[in-house]
């Protein structure tokens, strides 16, 4: 059972737009929620990461919105540039231990 | 210049052989995963170690085998009973106090 379900699987915008992905959890232990940047051939590098007291986060041109309730988080990324192209993937994890990881969107920027 | 450095970034594999991945950090971090990448699928954990010669299976764990002798080195052998090894492997280390994930670069295996 996918522990974090993580949508679109695939998202093209124009450059300048605000590309949004979405996840989704069910256990309620989760407290940590890193979000990924990965090029092809490497290795993925944290983005930005929030934890459950908070709603919101901004880092750069980067936002993470948190709904504690509905047991959802989301990326934005502002002002969009064909730099920002990559595969994006959301995780959560309890206490730092074991970490759970969507399946990935693959984020097209058109210059 | 810290980090987490795997090798080789290649490896080709015929049926049938035992193959050995390096991992290796430099952030006197206590934590190691090892996490198996197909596309489509995400990252899946094989194994994690929170601790010098302990470690604990994840989700994928079946044909594979770690090792964790020193705190900097966590390396993963994938075995001939691993049915469909060919996939991007990756390892972590994590910082216990941010819980900061963070990446080696990967190491693409090919069994022939």
């Known amino acids: 059972q996918q522990q974090v379900k993580q949508s679109p699987q695939s998202l093209i915008v124009q450059k300048g737009g605000i590309p949004i992905i979405n996840c989704a959890y069910e256990n309620t232990a989760f407290d940590y929620f890193p979000w990924y940047q990965q090029f092809p051939g490497k290795g993925p590098a944290l983005l930005i990461a929030i934890r459950p007291d908070v709603s919101e986060k901004k880092e750069g041109r980067f936002t993470i919105s948190f709904n504690k309730s509905a047991k959802q988080f989301s990326l934005h990324i502002m002002d969009s540039q064909p730099g920002d192209s990559a595969t994006y993937f959301c995780a959560a994890s309890t206490a730092g231990n074991q970490f759970y990881f969507g399946t990935g969107t693959s984020l097209t920027v058109i210059p | 210049d810290g980090g987490i450095t795997q090798s080789p970034k290649y490896l080709f594999r015929k049926e049938g052989q035992n193959v050995t991945l390096s991992c290796e950090q430099n952030?006197?971090?206590?934590?190691m995963y090892w996490y198996r990448q197909d596309p489509g699928q995400g990252l899946r954990l094989i194994y994690y170690?929170?601790?010098?010669?302990?470690?604990q299976k994840g989700d994928i764990a079946e044909g594979y085998s770690v090792s964790r002798e020193k705190k900097e080195s966590f390396p993963l052998t994938v075995t001939s009973a691993q049915k469909n090894p060919t996939a991007f492997y990756l390892c972590?280390?994590?910082?216990?106090?941010?819980?900061?994930?963070?990446f080696g670069p990967g190491t693409r295996l090919t069994v022939l």
């Open positions: 952030l006197n971090h206590d934590a």
């Open positions: 972590a280390s994590r910082n216990g106090y941010t819980d900061t994930q963070y």
């Open positions: 170690s929170q601790i010098v010669n302990d470690f």
